[in-house]
Each structure stands twice: as C-alpha cells, then as structure tokens.
C-alpha cells in the first residue's frame, strides 16, 4: 500500500458520503467558494437514492435530481471526488483535522470510455449488489447506467484469474490496470460533515417472518429495485419463485422497527414507502390485491396525507390494523401472513402470492463506527455537537429522514461547517 500526502489548507471542507445527503452538502458549501473533498465508499456517487425508482414528493425517478447533481459537480473545480474511499483515521480538531483515507483499487483508470468490451470478455458472474443479489453481473461491469464516475469496476473477486486477462486484453484505450494496490492520502480540513447513510436492516434477523426462508418474501427496497427500469426485471415486479405476475401481495409495516428486539424508533419512511409500492403493483397490475398490516399508519405532513388518502380510495388496497405474528408459505410458493386485528381482537390469516417487508432504517455509523471522536444514541445515529463544532452528522446518520428531509438538514450542516472555518 501507498501513502500520498494531499496538504490542503484548513479552508477545506471533507463530506464523507456521496448520497443524496452528501451530494448536496458538498454543492451548497462549494458553490460559496469552499473547497470540498468528497469520500464515497461505493465505486458511484448517489447512495440509496440511486436505488430508488420513484422518490417522493414528485414520485420522479432517482435521474430527476442527481444528474443535475452530478453536472454541478463536475462543473465545479473547488469539488474533489474520491469514490471506493473510506476514511481510516481523524485527529486534530475543529479548523485543523488531518484526515487519512484508503482508496481501494477500481482496476480501471481514467482512461475508460465504458465501451463495456471489457464487460464482453469477462465470464464470471458474481452478485449484483446494487439489485441486492436478486440478479448477477459481470465480474466487470459498470454500477448502474447513470453511475459516476462513469467508468468501469473490476470485480476483485476476479483479479487473478483468466477473466481478469480477458478484461486487460479486451481494453483498447489501456484503461485496465489490474496492478493497482490500495493507497492512503491525506488531507488537511477544517470541517467534516459525515452524510454517511442507512442501511436496510438485516431482515433475516426477524425469525418470524420468514425473509430468507422462502422465496416470496422480499424488502422493500428489493421490491424498488424490481420496479427499477435498470432493475433485475427491468421493471416488472414479479414473484422471485417463478417470475409470474402477483395477483395479491402482503405488506408488512415496521417489519424490525418499533420492536425492542431489533429497532425500537419508528423508520420515518416506511409507511409511504409502502403506499408507494402499492401504487407501483396497481398501475402494473389494475387487479391486483393489496393488504397492508400495521400497527399505525404515519403520513408525515399535509402533502403525504393527501397521499395515503388517495391510497386508501383505491378499492383494492385494504388496510389491516394488526402487529404480524407470523409469515408462511406453501408448497405452491404462496404466503400465509398471520395477525391479531387490533380492532375486532380477531386472528386473521390472509395467503397472498408474495409479501414484502417494511424493514427499517439503520444507520450505517451503527454496523460500523466511524474513526473519529463522535458522540452517538444507543441506536448508532450520530449526534451533532454544535457547541464543540467542527464535525456535524446530516441526513440519515443523524436520524431517519426523507430525501426532502435529508436536503434541508445537508443545506444546515454545509452552513454549520462553514461556520466552523469563518470563527477559526
């Protein structure tokens, strides 16, 4: 491993995430003439909102908003990307920290045109993460469509092998270099906002509803990525045991939220996110059924109550009040969820073609701490210390939010970290 020392004078700023928090946190305080680093761990900038299909509150596609993002980011020559990057180690303090960063090999350089000759040579597949393993890609391959950088990724599962030969010889513009080793830099920054994200929660750790156990049974953010027109579907939401058309679908509301088992905070997202699903399967499907079972439904402003309202019209959306006890399936693939109707105190059963689950929202600071002098709730989110300065937490490492939420509070914490550089 290399060690490049990158000096940069205190005026700077490190955003460590490339997600929508992070993007527009990086934007506001460059646009005002602050020179920003950018870390991404993912070879893309984008985050979870890449993922998505539809967002609120326009329900437009993930494209709506990031490309224009991204143009302003290359436009932009006070803005330095560093994608496939962690941040190893901080220390100093408020208008003086020395940041060191790993950058881990991408096995392509600069030179690439994402001509995907590379992609035509390669063999082996392997998991596609972005689909969440539904799918699988090529050892090379390039993220997403809409990635950035637009360039090419070398699985390094593949390095070694004759795949990887077949990528470095398929290459004409000599963008494969399979001899790239990790490296550290290191930066000197006044302030460091960290917008580093949400993971879904680990849905096989919710024994009694059967994620992983059968086959129909997704999350909702798989369902997302089915409803993705660069999906493993192309955009057709089907069942994962036979790729056939659900004529009834099952949702299941804080599915690892609200418990004290698992997440004991309400996800902020899930509901609409699920109201938004069923729209998805209804305008794909006009006779589909869809049953929702939740403890309450929490529509968060005038604009999402509109919102469920509208959902709640539809005569083939149904609305169960009731904490799911259980999730089965039959030999047919088709699932059986089991409830206590908080209403009529009734056990009702209701058997569907597939179910999704409302998983929650979980830190990424919560599965992994970050290397720095932080201060975090008991569930990982990490809290801002405004009187001390220097380090501030926005979007969705400091509580579950929106992408409109997650907007506002990156616009405050670009200004808090500007803040930090003007009083030093």
């Given at each position: ?6 000096a940069r ?43 998505l ?7 437009c596609?993930p494209?709506?908003?990031l ?13 330095k ?24 090999p991408?096995y ?41 950088p ?39 920054v ?18 009694n ?15 997302e ?23 009834s ?23 609409m ?6 729209c998805?399967?209804r305008?794909?499907?006009?006779d ?7 403890i309450?439904?929490?529509a ?27 999730v089965?399936?039959?030999a ?13 105190g ?16 979980q ?5 992994n701490?970050?290397p ?11 809290i ?5 300065g ?21 616009t405050g ?9 003007v009083?030093?």
């Amino acid at each position: 491993m290399t060690t490049d020392t990158a000096a940069r004078a205190s005026g700077s700023i490190l955003v460590v995430g490339g997600g929508i928090s992070g993007l527009t946190t990086t934007l506001e305080a460059a646009e005002v003439g602050y020179e920003v680093f950018l870390v991404e761990k993912n070879p893309y900038l984008g985050g979870r909102v890449s993922q998505l299909n539809q967002y609120f509150p326009k329900l437009c596609p993930p494209t709506c908003g990031l490309e224009i993002n991204f143009r302003r980011i290359k436009d932009n020559p006070s803005i330095k990307t560093f994608t496939l990057a962690e941040v190893v180690k901080v220390s100093g303090g408020p208008g003086d920290y020395d940041v060191e960063i790993k950058l881990n090999p991408r096995y392509v350089n600069e030179n690439c045109t994402c001509c995907g000759e590379c992609e035509k040579a390669c063999q082996i597949e392997v998991d596609n993460d972005f689909n969440f393993g539904m799918d699988k890609t090529k050892g090379a391959f390039l993220p997403h469509e809409m990635a950035m950088p637009a360039r090419y990724v070398i699985s390094p599962k593949i390095i070694g092998t004759e795949d990887a030969k077949r990528c470095l010889e398929a290459c004409k513009y000599d963008a494969v270099d399979l001899e790239m080793e990790p490296r550290t830099i290191n930066l000197k920054v006044g302030a460091i906002v960290w917008a580093t994200g949400w993971e879904p929660y680990d849905a096989t750790k919710i024994d009694n509803l059967g994620f992983g156990q059968y086959d129909n049974i997704i999350t909702n953010m798989m369902l997302e990525r089915l409803a993705a027109p660069n999906g493993p579907t192309k955009g057709q939401i089907v069942r994962p045991s036979d790729n056939t058309a659900p004529e009834s679908v099952a949702f299941v509301q804080c599915a690892g939220s609200r418990d004290e088992n698992h997440l004991p905070y309400c996800s902020y997202i899930c509901c609409m996110a699920s109201l938004k699903h069923a729209c998805y399967i209804r305008e794909q499907y006009p006779d589909a059924k869809i049953y929702i079972f939740y403890i309450d439904l929490r529509a968060p402003g005038d604009r999402y109550e509109k919102f469920y309202k509208k959902v709640k019209e539809d005569e083939n959306v149904f609305f169960i009040k009731g904490k799911v006890a259980e999730v089965s399936a039959d030999a047919s693939g088709d699932i059986t969820v089991t409830a206590e109707n908080a209403v009529t105190g009734e056990k009702v059963s209701q058997t569907v073609n597939m179910a999704v689950l409302a998983t929650g929202m979980q830190p990424s600071a919560a599965l992994n701490k970050l290397p720095a002098d932080l201060k975090y709730t008991d569930d990982g989110f990490i809290i801002n210390d405004y009187a001390a300065g220097g380090m501030f937490a926005c979007g969705c490492a400091a509580q579950p939010a929106d992408v409109v939420s997650s907007n506002q509070n990156a616009t405050g914490m670009a200004l808090k970290a500007i803040q930090t550089l003007v009083k030093r």
